[in-house]
């Protein structure tokens, strides 16, 4: 029997890459901005590439880093917020 890692893919499976993630984070944010959000902030960490490319490429910028914020398995992570560009968003996904 298999053990439950607790991931919902690899980062071998056929759907990773394909922009599912990128199209459901900008189907909420434009869900957030219809209900009147302002000013959206997303986090994650240093090791996190596919969050940080899919963030960047909503609009998100990148406003503050901490390094080393959190550490496991041995490895230091840096803590990485980002704030949405509306206007960014907008130009690039519609109202």
């Keep these: ?34 209900k009147g959000a302002k000013s959206l902030f997303l986090e994650t960490h240093s090791k996190n590439a596919p969050m940080m490319k899919c963030a960047e490429k909503l ?15 041995g490895e230091a992570y840096d803590r990485l917020l980002y704030r949405l560009d509306l206007e960014l968003f907008q130009s690039r996904y519609g109202k």
Excluded: H
């Excluded at 609009?59 to 398995?73: M, N, P, Q, S, V």
């Design 59 to 73: 609009g998100f910028l990148l406003i503050e880093k901490e390094e080393a914020k959190w550490k496991a398995a």
């Design 1 to 34: 029997m298999k053990k439950n890692t607790g991931r919902t893919c690899s980062r071998s499976s056929p759907g990773r890459g394909v922009g599912v993630g990128e199209a459901a984070l900008a189907l909420e944010v434009k869900y957030l901005i219809g």
